[in-house]
């Protein structure tokens, strides 16, 4: 069966999604929050298990126009719900309303939901209340200056519940947008990595499942895999597959501190969780005590933002430490994710590039400040004796 798809996301990051799902093969259109597509049952379970920077796939069921509660109950009983929907499904319905005359997000839920049990009772033919005893089929209704969209959830937990982040600490980062941080920086498998903020671990994770190519969903279920029209052996025939892309022997350099060592220790183990603790080193160390002799690195980091009062000049005292200590890494290219828009300043040099995007609700800077490569490595007992 063929479906309108589409990969939700945070905002800032559907050039990235879009990306990812092009790399693997589809045309898409990008737009604020989403990436549509089309794709069948296989595509479902393929983007699910691979998207490593999207929130969730959805079905788009129909879109219409509606402006009125007859409107929209006509129109949501005239599309063939008994072709997704068994007679025993239960189906839940969400709702958001922006900008239109069906702004009572309550009501239209309730209308969408009498339109569907309707439908289904006269393709199945009953009389009585239908049992919603089965799989789950999440649905939502979004209305968007007087634009319905009916959708219907593949994913079911979103796509950053990964499954190993057993502890986490006061601020954690999603593991999707971790991995759009990765990945909008040059960094190569080949190349050295640090995280001077890692927390509970998540950036270096990331970094090692993407240096892997291990797809990101591999070691959880989708909703849509207990739907009885979406079949078990292709399910698995396509997460072989994904494990057969794994690459198990590639060496990989990756650094992650904090100068907390409660959060090194629960790093560790949600790197022990992901299986990849021994591709990552960790390490409780402020930024001041940070000396490397590498070169040609990748540094990502999401430093404390200061955002009370109380927290701004320890943050700008943290900003100039880490101008101090990693400005001179000529060859390395710096990364920082913060939403202290003069962080520049504190910092001590102009970035290359900034990319605003959004940790939750809040609006921040990816800062970026990209390294001259050390070509020749003969160069290097030079560099190092200046």
């Not at 063939?80 to 069906?102: C, H, I, Q, T």
């Not at 070691?219 to 198990?248: G, S």
């Not at 060496?251 to 907390?260: F, R, T, V, Y």
Request: charged share 30%.
């Amino acid at each position: 069966m063929k479906f309108n798809l589409m990969a939700t996301c945070a905002a800032g990051i559907e050039a990235l999604v879009g990306k990812e799902m092009r790399d693997l093969g589809y045309d898409v259109q990008v737009e604020n929050g989403r990436v549509r597509f089309e794709g069948n049952e296989e595509d479902i379970i393929k983007t699910n298990l691979w998207l490593r920077t999207a929130d969730r796939i959805k079905i788009i069921v129909d879109e219409f126009d509606a402006q009125t509660f007859d409107e929209l109950f006509e129109q949501t009983t005239a599309i063939a719900w008994d072709k997704l929907l068994p007679m025993d499904a239960a189906f839940p319905v969400e709702g958001r309303s922006r900008n239109s005359k069906l702004h009572s997000v309550p009501d239209s839920q309730a209308i969408v939901k009498k339109a569907i049990v309707n439908e289904l009772s006269t393709a199945y033919h009953r009389h009585t209340r239908l049992p919603e005893s089965g799989a789950e089929f999440p649905l939502e209704v979004a209305i968007n200056k007087d634009h319905v969209m009916l959708t219907m959830d593949t994913t079911g937990s979103s796509l950053f519940k990964r499954g190993y982040r057993i502890e986490k600490g006061s601020a954690p980062l999603k593991e999707n947008m971790a991995a759009a941080l990765v990945m909008l920086t040059s960094w190569y498998p080949d190349m050295p990595f640090l995280d001077p903020f890692c927390g509970s671990g998540t950036i270096p994770i990331e970094a090692a499942i993407i240096g892997r190519n291990i797809a990101p969903g591999f070691n959880r279920d989708f909703i849509c895999e207990q739907w009885p029209w979406v079949d078990n052996d292709m399910v698995q025939k396509v997460r072989d597959e994904a494990d057969a892309k794994a690459d198990y022997d590639i060496e990989l350099d990756i650094s992650a501190s904090d100068i907390d060592g409660n959060m090194i220790e629960i790093s560790k183990r949600n790197a022990e969780e992901a299986g990849l603790l021994a591709d990552i080193s960790f390490k409780q160390l402020a930024v001041a005590d940070f000396k490397t002799d590498k070169v040609n690195g990748v540094i990502v980091g999401n430093p404390p933002y200061g955002q009370r009062m109380s927290d701004e000049e320890h943050a700008h005292a943290l900003y100039k430490q880490m101008g101090k200590v990693f400005n001179p890494l000529t060859s390395w290219s710096k990364y920082f994710l913060t939403s202290d828009l003069d962080f520049e300043k504190y910092y001590g040099a102009k970035a290359t590039k900034r990319r605003k995007l959004y940790n939750g609700s809040i609006r921040t800077d990816y800062f970026q400040f990209w390294g001259k490569k050390v070509r020749d490595l003969r160069k290097l007992d030079q560099i190092s004796s200046k």
